[in-house]
């Protein structure tokens, strides 16, 4: 579970609108049970069916497999990466996203774990490796404020928008994982596809959500 203003829609979520108080998404995974609009019931790994509502502005999402090469510049992208040993930031998956969904998650935030921050940002620019197969992606990134160290981080008010503006380069090599996303509708909810979301609770205990991956074509939600 994590702060809504640190985390990227990413390992899958999608940004709730802006609330006066922190809320706390939880990240569920699991198998679709059932699907009676608007109620999405699945299946966790372990414990009981959860049953989740979609917001009526909610998106249905899946992950269709790409490449490097691919990625083009003003793209708009989400990843995670670490720090490796060289001091350089070296990206764990990419995903690229649909134009109607540019700037949803903008910013530079901690990842799930200690050694990963994920960054939502615009391409400025993607240099491709001799061999085509991996290369650099430059991006520029709305953020919340800059600490006190000056580097620009947090989750921006809105998309284009934030106190700061900040730039990341980042490596990504040729196992690294690089999806779209494609948006699709309901009718894709069918019973055992895979599916990854983050749901917020209401007053009542009720969860919500404002997106969700599910399984399509084979290619199920990255972890």
Aim: hydrophobic share 45%; with cysteine; aromatic share 6%.
């Amino acid at each position: 579970m994590t702060r809504l203003a640190t985390s990227a829609l990413l390992a899958s979520p999608i940004a709730a609108p802006a609330a006066a108080e922190p809320v706390f998404p939880q990240h569920l995974t699991g198998a679709i049970a059932s699907f009676a609009a608007p109620v999405l019931s699945l299946k966790p790994a372990k414990g009981a069916i959860v049953a989740v509502t979609l917001a009526p502005e909610a998106k249905v999402i899946a992950n269709t497999r790409s490449a490097f090469n691919a990625i083009k510049q003003n793209d708009f992208v989400a990843l995670t990466a670490a720090t490796g040993k060289d001091g350089k930031l070296k990206a764990k998956e990419v995903r690229v996203f649909p134009e109607p969904m540019r700037g949803i998650g903008e910013g530079q935030y901690p990842g799930d774990k200690a050694d990963q921050i994920r960054i939502n940002a615009t391409v400025t620019e993607a240099a491709t490796t001799v061999k085509g197969k991996g290369g650099t992606l430059k991006l520029n990134f709305h953020a919340a404020a800059a600490n006190p160290l000056g580097i620009c981080s947090g989750h921006a008010p809105s998309p284009g928008q934030g106190g700061c503006t900040g730039d990341a380069e980042v490596l990504v090599t040729p196992a690294t994982p690089v999806m779209a996303w494609v948006l699709g509708d309901p009718s894709w909810f069918e019973p055992g596809k895979a599916v990854s979301l983050y749901a917020i609770a209401g007053a009542d205990g009720k969860l919500s959500t404002y997106g969700v991956i599910v399984e399509r074509g084979g290619v199920k939600p990255l972890p």
